[in-house]
């Protein structure tokens, strides 16, 4: 079977890149591992409005449950405070920690120097086309999970079992839900 499968490749890249974004991470920072991760990031770039539980179910395409459990488990590590809102006592908003704001920083620097090694020896040009063609597979796959959830929820009644990993919240910490923070810096 000489047929190349690109997504085992990047499975593969993938998995490198956590286990090197992991290893080189200092220490301090070291709580905050794969979803709640990419979540602390998420909360870092948007201060300027309020974010909920269902701002971060849609973000991340997950369902209710997972992300309930997902927040409790950073909320228990005190990472994230979920703050009553004035004009409805039902809505509470999720603000970071000063301990995740400690992190923040550090999660970006160990970011930008995995992505400068990534790259090393790629021209401007690469890089940017490399960067267009990741977004472009982010957006299909995303798309591809939220269809999927969707039908499953659909199918059987229920929620389905969330797009960070199926199996709940224990997994969904060490998820790859994003192995290049700094790039979500930007969206």
């Known amino acids: 079977m000489d047929k190349h499968i690109l997504s085992f490749d990047l499975r593969a890249l993938v998995k ?56 409790a488990l950073m909320e228990k590590k005190g990472l994230i405070e979920r703050v009553p809102v004035e004009h409805d006592a039902r809505l509470k908003k999720i603000v970071l920690t000063d301990k995740a704001d400690a992190i923040v920083s550090i999660l970006v620097e160990n970011g930008e120097r995995i992505e400068q090694r990534l790259v090393e020896g790629f021209s401007d040009e690469e890089r940017a086309a490399l960067a267009g063609y990741v977004e472009r597979m982010r957006a299909n796959i995303d798309a591809a999970r939220c269809e999927f959830e969707e039908r499953e929820s659909a199918d059987d009644g229920t929620a389905g079992t969330g797009g960070f990993a199926s199996d709940g919240a224990d997994r969904a910490e060490e998820n790859d839900m994003d192995t290049n923070e700094t790039k979500e810096e930007h969206e």
């Open 16 to 71: 490198s890149l956590n286990r090197l974004l992991s290893e080189t991470m200092p220490e301090t920072a070291r709580i905050a591992t794969g979803g709640n991760a990419r979540i602390i990031m998420f909360l870092a770039r948007n201060r300027d409005r309020d974010i909920y539980q269902h701002t971060i179910e849609q973000k991340f395409c997950i369902t209710r449950s997972t992300a309930s459990r997902v927040l």
